[in-house]
């Protein structure tokens, strides 16, 4: 083999060697979002293969079930890119020691994966044998240690999901959070229940964005339950927030809900830009506000359902619609966009998604039956 071409696969080894531990460190142990071509390119691929792959499912229970697969496909394809491209990248370390690409092949593979069946000769063929074996051990490494936080985390967010199913129905949805909190305490004063229900979310706002934006295939992973998602959960609990301070502005908890829509305004934001998602910025919303998906007529709905169960709304549906309209420019648009693009469940106040579907109101129990006497 020509000498300048050895030397300069040598160099493109080099480079291709640097640029995958680059792209596996910023992945698996800088505590922040870092991005890499290769894991944005194989999210776009995978993600791109999914879309195809269901465009003739029209049932979402089927197209839940399939699209479970995508998040955890997407980790195992990770690893298995970053080995291939740290094989090719050492065998062409290893070309001027061989001066065969196959025989480069076989020394990179043996060594990287620790197998010892081949053993390059020379100085540094074996100096670069050394350097893939522990380059193999560290990859794997990092990443059976990333998959127990990865899967603590989710299960952390989903406890929180879990828990408001009771309250919000499945898919979730932010009236009816209100109306059930109400009903559930007799009629009277649900203030303290829903500023409790506030605060647990405002902290579980703050920890999935911290997990979700720095473990970014978190985003994908979809809920045990067919009709629960994460994001429809968080969404729906920012609508109640904004409902409860449009309709009912002088009752509680008025704090509790302002904080923890400004920290869910934070968190759907960054998601979005953590997807590549173009959605505008909070300064830009303030400055030029645009109408939101949600029609006057949906919000009377909601309101005349709160009046049915005696929530203590104090202001007409004219009045408290600038308001909630005002809370709900600030995640709007970036709610929906996460949600066509994470293919959420058709919850209503949600938006359309990728494929035809209509919104699903959440599910309600029937009542129990009271029993009767002997």
């Known amino acids: 083999m020509h000498d300048a071409l050895v030397w300069a696969g040598f160099a493109a080894g080099v480079c291709l060697i640097v640029g995958t531990s680059m792209s596996i460190v910023g992945a698996l142990v800088v505590p922040r979002r870092v991005d890499s ?3 944005g390119a194989l999210d776009a691929l995978l993600d791109r293969a ?24 997407t980790l195992v394809a990770r690893l298995a890119v970053w080995m291939a491209l740290l094989v090719l990248g050492f065998a062409l370390v290893m070309l001027p020691d061989t001066d065969d690409l196959g025989a480069a092949l076989e020394d990179a593979g043996s060594s990287l994966f620790t197998l010892g069946f081949a053993v390059p000769h020379g100085g540094g063929g074996q100096f670069a044998a050394y350097l893939a074996g522990f380059a193999g051990i560290a990859v794997i490494g990092l990443q059976v240690g990333y998959l127990p936080t990865v899967y603590a985390a989710f299960n952390r967010r989903e406890t929180e999901v879990t828990l408001l199913v009771a309250r919000a129905g499945t898919p979730a949805w932010g009236p009816e959070i209100l109306v059930r909190t109400h009903w559930g305490t007799g009629g009277g004063d649900s203030g303290p229940v829903l500023g409790d229900l506030f605060v647990r979310w405002e902290r579980w706002t703050a920890e999935v964005a911290e997990s979700h934006t720095t473990y970014t295939g978190l985003l994908r992973l979809r809920s045990p339950r067919t009709y629960s998602h994460w994001l429809t959960s968080l969404i729906a609990v920012m609508d109640a927030a904004a409902l409860h301070l449009a309709l009912a502005p002088g009752a509680d908890p008025k704090i509790t ?32 506000p645009t109408p939101i998906s949600i029609t006057f007529d949906d919000f009377a709905r909601a309101a005349e359902s709160l009046r049915s169960v005696g929530y203590p709304v104090t202001e007409t549906d004219e009045d408290a619609w600038p308001h909630f309209v005002g809370w709900r420019q600030n995640y709007d648009r970036t709610a929906l966009a996460l949600c066509r693009e994470l293919d959420a469940p058709p919850a209503m106040w949600t938006g359309p998604r990728r494929w035809p579907s209509q919104p699903i109101p959440p599910r309600r129990p029937k009542p129990g039956q009271p029993r009767q006497p002997k």
Do not use: C, H
Not at 50 to 64: E, I, K, M, P, Q
Not at 66 to 73: D, F, T, V
Not at 257 to 285: S, Y
């Open 37 to 39: 071509w290769v894991t």
């Open 50 to 73: 999914f879309l195809l792959a269901l465009r003739g499912v029209r049932s979402y229970r089927r197209r839940d079930r399939i699209l479970g697969w995508q998040s955890p496909l």
């Open 257 to 288: 809900a302002r904080l923890m829509l400004r920290m869910g305004f934070e968190t759907l934001a960054d998601m979005a830009r953590a997807m590549k998602l173009t959605v505008p910025d909070l300064a830009e919303i303030s400055v030029d």
